[in-house]
């Protein structure tokens, strides 16, 4: 198993560009998640999704759009990018069956925006 | 809304100090708590978890951590720590029956030799 795997593992781009990070998981889980890790503010969830087709909003949407069209895939997309979206993504999965709710995490996409 | 507080922000030790990063997390019902570590370059990683049972949870690596409900805390220890210690550690929790971690803000722990 990869586990969770994440594309890119880094990108820079340019205020006003677009682009979309994509996560894929091969546990069969239902839940996945998009964080954002900024210095010395943690973890801040952007969105997530409870299973295929269904998407809510995090602490952090605003600027971000997502979906879950096949329940392996979560894809995050930056329509205009900003320079304080410049940040580390990780995105998680977990089963809706693990009572504990251990999330998987994947190694992360660093995004510059200049 | 829930949240979880981690008031260390950067712990500095030298190798075979004892560690005890704090966790308090606030009021919601049930609670689930973890701990992560995030080594340097990579990504998050699974420390230990409290879900029921034995308020004192034993993680991965020597780590351990008490859950202690009248404190509302979750505070990991670690007897002896090593220079490959040195990483981020996060603590989270989920309450109830929601679906997604609140995370505190981190506590970078740096272990000279």
């Known amino acids: 198993n990869a586990g969770v795997t994440q594309t890119p593992k880094f990108r820079v781009l340019k205020t006003g560009q677009s682009m979309t990070l994509l996560c894929a998981q091969d546990?069969?889980?239902?839940?996945m998640y998009w964080y954002r890790q900024d210095p010395g503010m943690g973890l801040r969830l952007i969105h997530y999704?409870?299973?295929?087709?269904?998407?809510a909003k995090g602490e952090v949407p605003d600027g971000y759009n997502v979906s879950r069209l096949k329940k392996q895939n979560f894809l995050l997309g930056l329509e205009s990018a900003a320079p304080s979206q410049t940040s580390v993504y990780f995105c998680?999965?977990?089963?809706?069956?693990?009572?504990?709710?251990?999330?998987?995490f994947g190694p992360g996409t660093r995004l510059t925006v200049t | 809304a829930q949240s979880v507080s981690q008031h260390n922000h950067h712990v500095i030790l030298s190798e075979a100090a004892s560690l005890e990063l704090g966790c308090n997390y606030s009021?919601?019902?049930?609670?689930?708590l973890f701990w992560y570590v995030q080594y340097p370059g990579q990504h998050l990683q699974l420390l230990l978890k409290?879900?029921?049972?034995?308020?004192l949870v034993k993680g991965i690596k020597g780590f351990e951590a008490e859950f202690i409900k009248s404190k509302f805390s979750f505070n990991l220890r670690k007897p002896s720590v090593q220079w490959s210690d040195t990483a981020e550690y996060f603590c989270?929790?989920?309450?109830?029956?929601?679906?997604?971690?609140?995370f505190g803000t981190g506590t970078r722990l740096q272990v000279t030799l």
């Open positions: 998680a999965s977990t089963s809706s069956g693990e009572l504990s709710y251990e999330q998987y």
């Open positions: 409290y879900f029921s049972g034995d308020p």
């Open positions: 546990m069969n889980h239902e839940y």
């Open positions: 009021y919601g019902g049930t609670v689930n």
């Open positions: 989270a929790g989920i309450w109830g029956t929601a679906s997604k971690l609140t």
């Open positions: 999704s409870v299973g295929e087709g269904t998407t």
